[in-house]
Every structure is written in structure tokens, then in C-alpha cells.
């Protein structure tokens, strides 16, 4: 099955700082890519998401990268603020079904 | 509109004990899950259906039961709980089959197996 990975588990940024989460997968075949954000003791939510005929997408302060080619998509937030600490699950389609990373916690120092 | 709905928010059982985990979505989605979240584990999958009547198991599916109702409710049940069950259940609704476009999660139910 895919195997998801993302790197670093944890990442601590001063605010106002960038912040980049990246993950891994095996499956080239794979063609959707969301990012899900969770806040502590709330549900998962859907922040960005790419699917493989695009490179990068933005959002106001997000964006995401995709490299078919190395099989890794990153999740970049700019300007970081408190409200951006959060448990961040990459997650990645292919072969039928979703599989999901185990998670970055992100900490904004103020 | 509501969007993902669980009942209940907290459950505290023992060991044996069955309850049912109730999920409705008011999306008109066809798909929907059910997972599992441990610490340092991510989100695992359960069960899926992809419409009333059907369902599939996901990656651990042991000591679980589902049942699609309608269109609208997707309901777990554990009929003789383990604490190994101790976790944060998630349900989950999708548009785009098995996880193809983006999950709209309900805001969990937290049980305790003691």
C-alpha cells in the first residue's frame, strides 16, 4: 500500500517566521494531495489540496508544492501567527484509496 | 447547515459493553468514513461506504460493525469493547469516492474502554 511520510514530526517557528512541512510518498500513480489542519482537542480540516497536473497552488498565506518526479508535496505557511499551531496531516489518493501521514505538530513562538 | 454530525461527544465504558456511534452529514454525499485517531498514529480508516447499502473495510476494521442507513447516516458500532477500542472516532463525508476530494470531518467522539 502507500506509504506516506512526513518529515519533521515536530518544527517550532519563531512568528512571523516561515514555515515548510514536507511529505513523502511511494505510489507514482498517486494524483491528489490535501493538507488537513488540526487544532488541539478539534476535528481535522481541510487547508489546501493539489491534484498532479498542477505544481503549486496558494492560498493567502499557504501554499503547496507538488514534485511528481522526487514523489514529495510540501506545505508552506508564511508569516506565521499563533493560530497556525496545529497538528498538520499531509494525505495522499492513489490506487483507490486515502492514505494519511502521521502528522507534524507545528508550534508558533510569539 | 450543519455538515458532519456525531453523537455522542464523550463515552466512557467497561470492558464488554456495546454502543453504537451515531454520524449524519446534511451534504448529499454519497461517501463516508469512519476513523480511528491514536496518538502518533495519524488517522486510520475503519469502515467506507460509498452509498447506502454498501460498505468496505478500511484498515482496521477488527472488533467494529457499521451500518449505512441512508444516504445521510453512517453509524459504528462496538459490540463487546476493548481497551485496545480507547481512542477519538472521527466520521467523515466526501463528494468524490474514497477520499478523491476533500473529507468533511465531524468534531469526534472521545471513548474510554476501562
Known amino acids: 500500500g502507500e506509504n506516506v511520510e512526513q518529515h519533521p514530526s515536530t518544527l517550532s517557528v519563531q512568528e512571523g517566521d516561515s514555515a515548510v512541512i514536507k511529505c513523502t510518498y511511494s505510489?507514482?500513480?498517486?494524483?491528489?494531495f490535501p493538507w488537513y489542519k488540526q487544532e488541539l482537542g478539534k476535528r481535522p480540516q481541510l487547508i489546501i489540496d493539489?491534484?498532479?497536473?498542477?505544481g503549486e497552488k496558494k492560498d493567502q498565506r499557504i501554499a503547496v508544492t507538488l514534485n511528481k518526479t522526487a514523489k514529495h508535496f510540501s506545505l508552506h505557511i508564511t508569516e506565521t501567527q499563533p493560530e497556525d499551531s496545529a497538528v498538520y496531516f499531509c494525505?495522499?489518493?492513489?490506487?483507490?484509496?486515502?492514505?494519511f501521514g502521521k502528522g507534524n505538530q507545528v508550534v508558533v513562538i510569539p | 447547515n450543519a455538515g458532519v454530525t456525531q453523537t455522542p461527544k464523550f463515552q466512557v465504558l467497561k470492558t464488554g459493553q456495546s454502543m453504537t456511534l451515531q454520524c449524519a452529514q446534511d451534504m448529499n454525499h454519497n461517501s463516508m468514513y469512519w476513523y480511528r485517531q491514536d496518538p502518533g498514529m495519524g488517522l486510520r480508516l475503519i469502515y467506507y461506504s460509498a452509498s447506502e447499502g454498501t460498505t468496505d473495510k478500511g484498515e482496521v476494521p477488527n472488533g467494529y460493525n457499521v451500518s449505512r442507513l441512508n444516504k445521510r447516516e453512517f453509524s459504528l458500532r462496538l459490540e463487546s469493547a476493548a481497551p485496545s477500542q480507547t481512542s477519538v472516532y472521527f466520521c467523515?463525508?466526501?463528494?468524490?469516492?474514497?477520499?478523491?476530494?476533500?473529507?468533511?470531518f465531524g468534531n469526534g467522539t472521545r471513548l474510554t474502554v476501562t
Open positions: 494525505a495522499v489518493y492513489g490506487n483507490n484509496r486515502l492514505a
Open positions: 505510489d507514482s500513480a498517486s494524483n491528489y
Open positions: 467523515a463525508s466526501s463528494e468524490a469516492p474514497r477520499g478523491n476530494s476533500p473529507l468533511h
Open positions: 493539489i491534484r498532479s497536473n498542477v
